[in-house]
T-cell receptor, first 114, second 110 residues
């Protein structure tokens, strides 16, 4: 089945640690995105990538980093610089048109900082 | 700049009664608009999208939305609610990026 997978589903982190969230897609999509979701705030864009080896900051990139070494993969690292990292993180992908093609979402990773 | 306002944070209906989730948008040009649904601890699923074709858009699971330019609205409706419709719904407008509304939680009572 084609789709987007995110792992792990739940992640716990101690303060001061970096953690990496995985996102993989087998839809042959060029564009990939990371969003953060907090209660009552909808989704906010962290980073996006239109093609391999290229990515752009979204609205709330501070404290996060990404890489796009393969078309299928777009991992997100939450660094210790992110002041309030506890949230639900969603990865999405779309065809060639960044923000114009329909975005398909993964099941999400819930990150909790202890 | 684009923006979207979902007018109700929570909506409660009885099973079998109509559903209305309200969304107003702001856009400096003809927008693309979407409705997504999210069940608890799940990703978002596309319900329907409007891209300047027919103003009445039919989506999955019996949902539809009507684009009204004069009212800058894109309300989501369903004639008869089902228990499985209980979820959070997001109205989204496309500008130079996707702008998400804050969400409306739909509760369906038996």
């Amino acid at each position: 089945d084609g789709g987007i997978t995110q792992s792990p589903k739940y992640l716990f982190r101690k303060e001061g640690q970096n953690v990496t969230l995985s996102c993989e897609q087998n839809l042959n999509h060029d564009a990939m995105y990371w969003y953060r979701q907090d209660p009552g705030q909808g989704l906010r864009l962290i980073y996006y990538s239109q093609i391999v080896n290229d990515f752009q900051k979204g609205d709330i990139a501070e404290g996060y980093s990404v890489s796009r070494e393969k078309k299928e993969s777009f991992p997100l690292t939450v660094t210790s610089a992110q002041k309030n990292p506890t949230a639900f993180y969603l990865c999405a992908s779309s065809g060639t048109g960044v923000f114009t093609d329909t975005q398909y979402f993964g099941p999400g990773t819930r990150l909790t900082v202890l | 700049a684009q923006s979207v306002t979902q007018l109700d944070s929570h909506v409660s209906v009885s099973e079998g009664t109509p559903v209305l989730l309200r969304c107003n948008y702001s856009s400096s040009y003809s927008p693309s608009l979407f409705w997504y649904v999210q069940h608890p601890n799940k990703g978002l699923q596309l319900l329907l999208k409007y891209t300047s074709a027919a103003t009445l858009v039919k989506g999955i699971n019996g949902f539809e939305a009507e684009f009204k330019k004069s009212e800058t609205s894109f309300h989501l409706t369903k004639p008869s609610a089902h228990m499985s419709d209980a979820a959070e719904y997001f109205c989204v407008v496309y500008g130079n990026k996707l702008v998400f509304g804050a969400g409306t939680i739909l509760r369906v009572k038996s």
